[in-house]
């Protein structure tokens, strides 16, 4: 398939990728909605917008990432094997430094305004 009815067929099978994290994946729910949070935070402190935003997708696509390659591993080993082991746990951490990136990117972006919000102090 190409032209417009190829893109359609691919945008619809990205769509149910993306269905399948958020059914299938609880991590995947669960940072989601932190995400979401942490995007409301910014739109009431009306700061940090885009580091929250761009901090939340490289989140969730480390996550989707990391199911795919879980996936994959499990096709291709279903037997316990020390690669296969390896390649499932750099997946993994993948999702552990962008996680662990977003809070940085969170505090650094929404802190000192929540800050300034909670004690009403002044913005430095």
Known sequence: MSGLRGFVASVAAASAGVRLAWRGQPHFRFEALVGVGAVALALWLETG??????????????????????????????????????????????????????????????????????TGAALP
């Open 49 to 118: 917008l885009l580091a929250v935003l761009v901090a939340s997708v490289v989140v969730l696509v480390a996550e989707m990432v990391n199911t795919a390659v879980e996936a994959t591993v499990d096709l291709a080993s279903p037997e316990r094997r020390p690669l296969a082991a390896a390649a499932k746990d750099a997946a993994a951490g993948a999702v552990l430094i962008a996680a662990g990136f977003a809070v940085l990117i969170g505090l650094v972006a929404l802190g000192p305004a929540l800050w300034a919000r909670v």
